[in-house]
């Protein structure tokens, strides 16, 4: 089976971006670790970062065509600040079915106002959050138990 991973807005700043608030690994330090947990589990990645909400959708539509033909282990999320504004996205989500794993590398709960509410969390089977890195190996080890 298949595990998505996908990123979005400002996610390829990441090592540069805020390092207080997400640390100093790098999207391509993310993949690798992303890379490593999925073999360990036996399943295929597909790991994508977009800085455009229709990209993050088309996305979403293909996992969803895996869903559809049994091959999808979960789609792991973190959508970053289009989780507080997308109904788009959350829609997607809805309407493919994919079981979705929502993840932030901080704790949002723990920020500004505007970061409590997500759209996603009403149909994300689970959510990580403030874990930092280590987080996207988690959301992994447990989608593989889906
Ligand atoms: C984020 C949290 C969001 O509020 C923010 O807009 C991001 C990243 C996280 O991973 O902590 O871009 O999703």
């Not at 999925?38 to 990645?45: E, I, P």
């Amino acid at each position: 089976k298949t595990v998505f991973v996908l990123n979005g807005p400002n996610l390829n700043l990441l090592g540069s971006r805020e390092p207080a608030v997400y640390g100093a690994q790098t999207l391509a330090d993310v993949q690798s670790l992303c890379e490593q947990t999925s073999v360990q589990n036996g399943l295929n990645l597909r790991f994508h970062q977009s800085n455009h909400e229709g990209q993050l959708i088309d996305w979403i539509h293909e996992a969803g065509r895996l869903h559809g033909k049994g091959e999808l282990a979960g789609l792991v999320f973190n959508a970053g600040a289009y989780t507080h504004t997308s109904v788009a996205l959350m829609d997607a989500v809805k309407g493919t079915g994919v079981p979705m794993l929502e993840l932030h590398i901080s704790n949002v709960h723990a920020r500004e106002a505007f970061r409590h509410h997500s759209y996603l969390s009403a149909v994300a089977r689970a959510v990580v959050c403030g874990l930092g890195v280590p987080g996207y190996a988690l959301a992994i080890n447990a989608v593989a138990q889906w």
